[in-house]
């Protein structure tokens, strides 16, 4: 059962911080008793007393056994009603639902209460035209490719066993057992098998291997060496010594690197570090841009938008980054928000100046956008989840694309200056 009540000038607006409104609505004994009537009707359909069948309580006892509900009901009446006036008196553009806040309830005489709405941010954008930005471009040398070609044999490279009766040296790896002692006694937990050690390299244990260096598979050596806030003794046996082969630029090379010269292996390394270093000057303008943006363009945004924002960046984060990274959800939620709020404000700001701009995403680009991900799909089943999930998030497609052309629409009418690092 709906009804219209009748709030002429009942309905204030107590006040607004950024794009929250709170407005407060009065009901008078009269609307009060047309709600309250309402409720009690309402709620006979579904109550039920010992001797009355459902739908045939009396309206009186209702509303003297079940006083709470009768409340709820008339609360619910009365703040649906008022909603559409509210909507449309303010010109609201609400992004959630609305929140009710600071009921006053009195019976057959007055109702006072407050509605929060969280409504999307409205501007007028600007300084979106000859952004300045800087283009910072950088030559690929032929020191950088060489350096790339050398990472790349060092992570191909390999351990073989050293010479027979050959002593540890710093070019060396050794694999080693260790106990650790703490006053003549050994440490529980403190003894290590099978440890690699790099002798090149500082150790986690200060002195292991300057102790190990000129020891032969066999044998052992004992140490003393600081380890947190203690002084302790360590006695080490080394089981293997092992060098590093790091492969040559070979024949062998070149062929797993798929080409047949060093000349064509250079070239294909120098066009990967240019197409990398295109795509982070790239990024960088458009941050540049976005950062701009931003900037001239100040707004407030909705509350429960950028929680719900920064929560799945959490749950994101959580996704990709290992364990051992992971720190209290608070914390993370703190470290987080400013990214939920830059995303939202760019997201505002990008398609008011479509808006402006009139840049729409085609019914024919979206049915071009979505035979690109049948292209990478194989069996009928996953082409049929494929067009079945696109079909749900369309919209959301839609807006991407839309955010996408604004885009480019910025970086074209910037002024770029071009550098050279």
Known sequence: ???????????????????????????DSKSLAEASQAALVR??????????????VPLAMISEQFPSMVKDE?????????????????????VVAPLLKNVSYEPSKSLYFELQFECSPSIEPKGYEKIPAVRKE?????????????????????????????????????????DTFENGVPVPDGAVKGEIVDLSSPQTI?????????????????????FGDKKMHFKVTVGEIKLKVVPELDENFLKEAGVKTVEELNANVRKLLEQGAAEKTEKDVLSQLEEALIKNNPLALPPTLVKEETEELLELFKKRAPAEQHLPDE???????????????????????????????????????????????????????????????????????????????????????????
């Open 138 to 178: 950088h030559k690929i040398t032929d020191a950088e490719v060489g350096k790339y070609i050398t990472q790349v044999r060092e992570y191909n490279a390999y351990l073989k066993p050293a010479a027979e009766g050959e002593a540890a040296s710093k070019n060396h790896f050794v694999i080693v057992d260790y």
């Open 74 to 94: 008339v609360l619910d009446i009365a703040a649906k009603s008022s909603l559409p006036e509210i909507v449309k008196a303010s010109q609201l553009n609400p």
């Open 43 to 56: 709620l006979q359909s579904v109550v039920s007393l010992p001797g009355f069948r459902v739908g045939k």
């Open 1 to 27: 059962m709906n009804i219209a009540l009748s709030f002429g000038d009942k309905i204030k607006k107590v006040k607004q911080e950024g794009c929250v409104h709170v407005f407060g609505v009065n009901l």
């Open 206 to 226: 200060a002195g292991l291997a300057d102790a190990v260096v000129g020891a032969k598979k066999g044998e052992s050596r004992e140490f003393d060496a600081p």
């Open 331 to 421: 914390s993370m939620l703190e470290r987080l928000r400013p990214v939920a709020e830059r995303n939202l404000s760019l997201t505002y700001i990008l398609h008011h100046i479509a808006r402006k701009e009139n840049i729409q995403a085609t019914d024919a680009e979206l049915d071009a956008e979505l035979e690109k991900v049948m292209a990478r799909l194989n069996t009928d089943e996953e082409k049929a989840r494929g067009r079945e999930l696109f079909e749900k998030r369309k919209e959301y497609v839609r807006a991407s694309m839309v955010e996408n052309k604004t885009m480019t629409l910025v970086k074209e009418k910037a002024v770029v200056k071009v550098e050279q690092v």
